[in-house]
């Protein structure tokens, strides 16, 4: 059971170029999310998606989109990258919101470390 | 809206002495508060949660966190820490469908 797969795990980037984060799960979730963490900052919440065919902003979503392309995966972009956006972006997903006993418990992937020169 | 903060940037403490790591919360409503560890280079993995009932709750690892309504505060505990206990520590409090997530709290276990 892979749990959140994560790709790439580190890539770097030219100012201006783009490229796409991919997220799997496999645990069958309804919720995912993509994060960013930067020193100091804690985990930043970019966007999310509650369920299959819904997405939402989070704290920080200028300059990423996202698409939940299944129930499965959950990709996160970057059109046109800047040194701002250099961080480790983590994905992860959770069960449904309904229900005390599992709510809310996200399960995250191992991250990726992108720098943008 | 809701929100968590974790005063503490590091916390520093001897292999077998008890050890907290402090979190306090704001919310509107009935609290959902959880703990997450993150080793170096890797994701954050769930710690415990509280939801209702009794106000120690125990997690994974030998961790508890005491919940105290009249503090606002959340704190995770250990009775005896470990160098390995040496991670990066988030509190997180649930808003609607999503967690927010505190600064993180380093702890450091010397041996």
């Known amino acids: 059971n892979a749990g959140v797969t994560q790709t790439p795990k580190f890539q770097v980037l030219k100012t201006g170029q783009s490229m796409t984060l991919q997220c799997a799960q496999d645990m069958n979730h309804n919720s995912m999310y993509w994060y960013r963490q930067d020193p100091g900052m804690g985990l930043r919440l970019i966007y999310y998606?509650?369920?299959?065919?819904?997405?939402d902003k989070g704290e920080v979503p200028n300059g990423y989109n996202v698409s939940r392309l299944n129930k499965r995966e959950f990709s996160l972009r970057l059109e046109s990258a800047a040194p701002s956006q250099t961080s480790v972006y983590f994905c992860?997903?959770?069960?449904?919101?309904?229900?005390?006993?599992?709510?809310?418990?996200?399960?995250f992937g191992a991250g990726t470390r992108l720098s943008v020169l | 809206a809701q929100s968590v903060a974790q005063p503490e940037d590091q916390v520093n403490v001897a292999e077998g002495n008890p050890l907290t790591v402090k979190c306090t919360y704001s919310?509107?409503?009935?609290?959902?508060l959880f703990w997450y560890v993150q080793y170096p280079n890797r994701g954050l993995q769930f710690l415990l949660k509280?939801?209702?009932?009794?106000?120690l709750v125990k997690g994974s690892y030998g961790f508890e966190a005491e919940f105290n309504k009249s503090q606002t505060s959340f704190h995770l505990k250990k009775p005896s820490a470990l160098v390995s206990d040496s991670a990066l520590y988030f509190c997180a409090v649930r808003d609607t469908d999503k967690l927010i997530f505190g600064t993180g709290t380093r702890l450091q276990v010397f041996p």
């Open positions: 509280y939801i209702t009932g009794d106000n």
């Open positions: 919310v509107s409503g009935n609290p959902y």
């Open positions: 992860a997903s959770s069960g449904s919101s309904t229900g005390a006993s599992g709510k809310n418990i996200q399960y």
């Open positions: 998606s509650a369920s299959e065919g819904t997405t």
